[in-house]
C-alpha cells in the first residue's frame, strides 16, 4: 500500500512517521520546505490537560503523552522539556502595583504572577521547526519519500469517488490513499473535494536570544494596550530562544507559504510590550520577527479523518493552536484509520462532514 501525503509540516512528517512504522509506503508532497509555515514558527507549548471538558481532551492526552515518549524513539534533538506555567497581568501606568517586585526574578517589576497554571508534570515545550525535522528524518530513514511539487489536483478512479494520487505539475504520483495536512493551505483543496472552509488566523511573533538568563517558566499574561486587553504569551525553550507571541489576526493567506510575512506595525507593538516584560528581552538579543497562519475551523475543531463523498481521501488540519501538541496522536489516528480502518482515539467529533462543505466556486473569485 502507498499513501501519499500533502504537506511538510507537523502533521504530515507525524502521519508519515506512523504511516512506516506499519510498514506501509510513504511519499511526502511539499511545495516550499519541510516545517516552512507555522510548523516552524509555532510556539512548541504542550498541555496534557488544558483541553478537559472539550472533544480534543482524549487527543491532547494521548498527544502529550506521545511527545514524552519520542525522545526515546526517534533520533535528534528538538528541545523537549517540561515546564511550568503561570498567568498574569502587567500593572498598566498609574497602578501601585506598577513599581512592585516580580515574583519571578527575571522579569520586570509591575509583572504581576496570579497563578500556576501548569506544573512539570502538565506542561512541556519543544522546538517545533526542529520537532518537525526531527520526525520527518526519522520517516525518510524508515524508507519514506520526500518530493517537492505543488499539487494541483486529486486523480481519481474512473468512478470519480475514489482517489488514486494526487496531481503534481508535470505528472501523477499514484497512491492508494491521499492525505491532505496542508495547513490554512488546505483551503485549496476544497477545489477538488468535498471540504469545509479551513481560515488563517496569523501570529506575529518575536524570537530572542536569552541564553540561560530565562528559566522554564511559560507565561500567559494580560496587557493593557489604549484601553484593551491583549493576552501576551512567552516560551523559553531549552536551545536558549524564548518566543513571544501577540496581537492574532484574520489576514488574506497568501499562495505561497514563503511569502507570509509579519504585520510590521504588530511587530512594533509587540517588541515594546516584550521589552516591558523583562530587561532580557533587547532588541539586539533579536533573532527573528515573523508571522505564522494557523489553521482554523468554523467550529474551533480540526478537521480529521475520511472526507465526504470521497474513497481513500483523508484529512488532518484546522488544529489551530494545539498543531503542534495534538501531531502526534493525530498521525497515530490517521495511520491507524488508513491500515486498519478504526482508530484508539474517537475521531468522530473531527469528521469533516460535520460541517458544510466549501462552495468551490468562492476559491476562484479571488
Same mark, same amino acid.
Given at each position: 500500500?502507498?499513501?501519499?501525503?500533502?504537506?511538510?509540516?507537523?502533521?504530515?512528517?507525524?502521519?508519515?512517521?506512523?504511516?512506516?512504522?506499519?510498514?506501509?509506503?510513504?511519499?511526502?508532497?511539499?511545495?516550499?520546505?519541510?516545517?516552512?509555515?507555522?510548523?516552524?514558527?509555532?510556539?512548541?507549548?504542550?498541555?496534557?490537560?488544558?483541553?478537559?471538558?472539550?472533544?480534543?481532551?482524549?487527543?491532547?492526552?494521548?498527544?502529550?503523552?506521545?511527545?514524552?515518549?519520542?525522545?526515546?524513539?526517534?533520533?535528534?534533538?528538538?528541545?523537549?522539556?517540561?515546564?511550568?506555567?503561570?498567568?498574569?497581568?502587567?500593572?498598566?501606568?498609574?497602578?501601585?502595583?506598577?513599581?512592585?517586585?516580580?515574583?519571578?526574578?527575571?522579569?520586570?517589576?509591575?509583572?504581576?504572577?496570579?497563578?500556576?497554571?501548569?506544573?512539570?508534570?502538565?506542561?512541556?515545550?519543544?522546538?517545533?521547526?526542529?520537532?518537525?525535522?526531527?520526525?520527518?528524518?526519522?520517516?525518510?530513514?524508515?524508507?519514506?519519500?520526500?518530493?517537492?511539487?505543488?499539487?494541483?489536483?486529486?486523480?481519481?478512479?474512473?468512478?470519480?469517488? =475514489?482517489?488514486? @494520487?494526487?496531481?503534481?505539475? $508535470?505528472? &501523477?504520483?499514484?497512491?492508494? +490513499?491521499?492525505?491532505? #495536512?496542508? *495547513?490554512?493551505?488546505?483551503?485549496?483543496?476544497?477545489?477538488?473535494?468535498?471540504?469545509?472552509?479551513?481560515?488563517?488566523?496569523?501570529?506575529?511573533?518575536?524570537?530572542?536570544?536569552?541564553?540561560?538568563?530565562?528559566?522554564?517558566?511559560?507565561?500567559?499574561?494580560?496587557?493593557?494596550?489604549?484601553?484593551?486587553?491583549?493576552?501576551?504569551?512567552?516560551?523559553?525553550?531549552?536551545?536558549?530562544?524564548?518566543?513571544?507571541?501577540?496581537?492574532?489576526?484574520?489576514?488574506?493567506?497568501?499562495?505561497?507559504?514563503?511569502?507570509?510575512?509579519?504585520?510590521?506595525?504588530?511587530?512594533?507593538?509587540?517588541?515594546?510590550?516584550?521589552?516591558?516584560?523583562?530587561?532580557?528581552?533587547?532588541?539586539?538579543?533579536?533573532?527573528?520577527?515573523?508571522?505564522?497562519?494557523?489553521?482554523? =475551523?468554523?467550529? @474551533?475543531?480540526?478537521?480529521? $479523518?475520511? &472526507?465526504?463523498?470521497?474513497? +481513500?481521501?483523508?484529512? #488532518?488540519? *484546522?488544529?489551530?493552536?494545539?498543531?503542534?501538541?495534538?501531531?502526534?496522536?493525530?498521525?497515530?489516528?490517521?495511520?491507524?484509520?488508513?491500515?486498519?480502518?478504526?482508530?484508539?482515539?474517537?475521531?468522530?467529533?473531527?469528521?469533516?462532514?460535520?460541517?458544510?462543505?466549501?462552495?468551490?466556486?468562492?476559491?476562484?473569485?479571488?
Amino acid at each position: 500500500m502507498r499513501v501519499v501525503i500533502c504537506g511538510g509540516g507537523v502533521i504530515g512528517a507525524c502521519i508519515a512517521w506512523f504511516l512506516r512504522r506499519r510498514a506501509i509506503d510513504v511519499i511526502v508532497v511539499e511545495r516550499t520546505e519541510v516545517a516552512a509555515a507555522a510548523s516552524g514558527k509555532a510556539g512548541g507549548f504542550l498541555a496534557r490537560d488544558w483541553c478537559a471538558g472539550t472533544p480534543l481532551d482524549a487527543l491532547a492526552r494521548r498527544s502529550f503523552a506521545l511527545h514524552a515518549q519520542l525522545p526515546g524513539e526517534i533520533a535528534g534533538d528538538w528541545g523537549y522539556r517540561s515546564m511550568t506555567a503561570y498567568s498574569g497581568f502587567v500593572a498598566p501606568d498609574g497602578d501601585a502595583r506598577r513599581t512592585l517586585p516580580s515574583a519571578l526574578g527575571w522579569l520586570a517589576n509591575g509583572v504581576v504572577i496570579a497563578q500556576r497554571i501548569g506544573t512539570r508534570e502538565t506542561t512541556a515545550i519543544v522546538h517545533p521547526r526542529k520537532f518537525t525535522s526531527c520526525v520527518m528524518d526519522a520517516a525518510l530513514a524508515q524508507g519514506a519519500q520526500l518530493r517537492r511539487g505543488r499539487i494541483t489536483g486529486i486523480a481519481r478512479d474512473a468512478d470519480g469517488t =475514489t482517489a488514486r @494520487g494526487v496531481e503534481v505539475e $508535470g505528472g &501523477v504520483i499514484e497512491a492508494d +490513499a491521499v492525505v491532505i #495536512a496542508m *495547513g490554512p493551505w488546505s483551503l485549496l483543496a476544497a477545489q477538488w473535494m468535498s471540504l469545509p472552509a479551513v481560515y488563517g488566523q496569523r501570529s506575529p511573533s518575536i524570537v530572542y536570544d536569552t541564553g540561560t538568563d530565562v528559566p522554564a517558566d511559560a507565561l500567559f499574561l494580560e496587557y493593557e494596550d489604549d484601553g484593551g486587553a491583549i493576552s501576551i504569551e512567552v516560551f523559553p525553550r531549552a536551545d536558549g530562544s524564548t518566543h513571544i507571541t501577540a496581537l492574532s489576526d484574520i489576514a488574506p493567506l497568501p499562495l505561497d507559504p514563503a511569502a507570509v510575512t509579519p504585520d510590521e506595525d504588530a511587530i512594533a507593538r509587540l517588541r515594546a510590550m516584550s521589552e516591558r516584560l523583562s530587561p532580557l528581552f533587547r532588541p539586539e538579543r533579536i533573532l527573528a520577527q515573523q508571522a505564522c497562519f494557523r489553521p482554523v =475551523t468554523q467550529d @474551533g475543531l480540526p478537521l480529521i $479523518g475520511k &472526507v465526504p463523498q470521497s474513497q +481513500a481521501l483523508y484529512v #488532518a488540519t *484546522g488544529h489551530n493552536v494545539w498543531g503542534i501538541l495534538n501531531a502526534p496522536a493525530t498521525g497515530e489516528a490517521l495511520a491507524q484509520l488508513i491500515g486498519e480502518g478504526a482508530t484508539q482515539i474517537d475521531l468522530s467529533p473531527f469528521d469533516p462532514a460535520r460541517l458544510a462543505p466549501l462552495d468551490p466556486s468562492l476559491l476562484h473569485a479571488h
